[in-house]
């Protein structure tokens, strides 16, 4: 059996991590931590789980970690996994700034366990298609790619800077960025990026939008505004076009 632990349950995410697990055979949920009292009660009521007063206590108690917390303690809570020889899946974005996702990767490294982040985009059947398409051949030698990727604001501590690190572009850029970086395999050059707040009016960025160079020569935009009303037909607004020579 892999016991599986919940280190935080800040982000709304721990919701969908905690159902999938329920369907996985051989995993067990051992517990969940939180550095919030109440919000840590609540949680292992919501998921019939036990509440762990002490987050090191839980990571020796398990084989692996689920880290949901706000983006600012991603490095700390994934260290203290890897200084425990444990794995760790980390939501996304994996950090805040380069220079703590580095230490992340090279903890993780250092110990010998696995550092995985939340990009669940990367599976779904319309981008698996897709990138088939392209590789095929289907639509010629990709010349160009527009993405987008517009939710609404989600409040709360997504727009506390000092623990989300960001606004819209800093929730909402990393899902298509990563699957650029697939479906091309190729890295980013250059990257331009205009913000503002100009939907909501607040101290965070609520709109911006991103023009990607890469290396081979292919460029990409991505619109990753909380720009989409509480109208909208569906959930987001995730997609990806590209144009080609065919």
């Given at each position: 059996?892999?016991?599986?632990?919940?280190?935080?349950?800040?982000?709304?995410?721990?919701?969908?991590?905690?159902?999938?697990?329920?369907?996985?055979?051989?995993?067990?949920?051992?517990?969940?931590?939180?550095?919030?009292?109440?919000?840590?009660?609540?949680?292992?009521?919501?998921?019939?789980?036990?509440?762990?007063?002490?987050?090191?206590?839980?990571?020796?108690?398990?084989?692996?970690?689920?880290?949901?917390?706000?983006?600012?303690?991603?490095?700390?809570?994934?260290?203290?996994?890897?200084?425990?020889?444990?794995?760790?899946?980390?939501?996304?974005?994996?950090?805040?700034?380069?220079?703590?996702?580095?230490?992340?990767?090279?903890?993780?490294?250092?110990?010998?366990?696995?550092?995985?982040?939340?990009?669940?985009?990367?599976?779904?059947?319309?981008?698996?298609?897709?990138?088939?398409?392209?590789?095929?051949?289907?639509?010629?030698?990709?010349?160009?790619?527009?993405?987008?990727?517009?939710?609404?604001?989600?409040?709360?501590?997504?727009?506390?800077?000092?623990?989300?690190?960001?606004?819209?572009?800093?929730?909402?850029?990393?899902?298509?960025?990563?699957?650029?970086?697939?479906?091309?395999?190729?890295?980013?050059?250059?990257?331009?990026?205009?913000?503002?707040?100009?939907?909501?009016?607040?101290?965070?960025?609520?709109?911006?939008?991103?023009?990607?160079?890469f290396e081979r020569g292919?460029?990409?935009?991505?619109?990753?505004?909380?720009?989409?009303?509480?109208?909208?037909?569906?959930?987001?607004?995730?997609?990806l076009y590209a144009v080609?020579?065919?």
């Amino acid at each position: 059996m892999t016991r599986i632990g919940l280190l935080s349950a800040a982000h709304m995410h721990a919701d969908s991590y905690v159902a999938e697990l329920r369907h996985v055979s051989g995993a067990q949920l051992v517990g969940v931590w939180d550095d919030d009292p109440e919000r840590r009660a609540a949680a292992a009521a919501r998921y019939g789980i036990p509440a762990a007063d002490d987050a090191d206590a839980l990571i020796a108690a398990s084989d692996g970690l689920v880290v949901c917390s706000e983006n600012v303690h991603h490095r700390a809570l994934a260290e203290r996994c890897a200084a425990a020889g444990k794995h760790v899946l980390c939501e996304k974005p994996l950090a805040t700034t380069p220079d703590d996702a580095k230490a992340m990767v090279d903890a993780c490294a250092a110990a010998g366990v696995l550092l995985l982040t939340a990009f669940p985009c990367r599976f779904s059947p319309a981008y698996q298609r897709f990138k088939a398409m392209v590789h095929e051949g289907e639509i010629g030698e990709i010349l160009a790619l527009r993405g987008t990727n517009q939710g609404m604001c989600p409040g709360g501590w997504f727009v506390q800077k000092e623990l989300s690190g960001g606004g819209a572009v800093m929730d909402h850029t990393v899902h298509v960025t990563d699957l650029l970086r697939d479906l091309l395999g190729d890295e980013a050059r250059q990257v331009h990026c205009e913000s503002g707040n100009l939907l909501l009016h607040q101290g965070f960025d609520d709109t911006g939008f991103l023009t990607i160079d890469f290396e081979r020569g292919t460029f990409a935009t991505l619109d990753a505004s909380w720009s989409r009303p509480k109208s909208f037909p569906t959930w987001g607004n995730v997609t990806l076009y590209a144009v080609g020579t065919k």
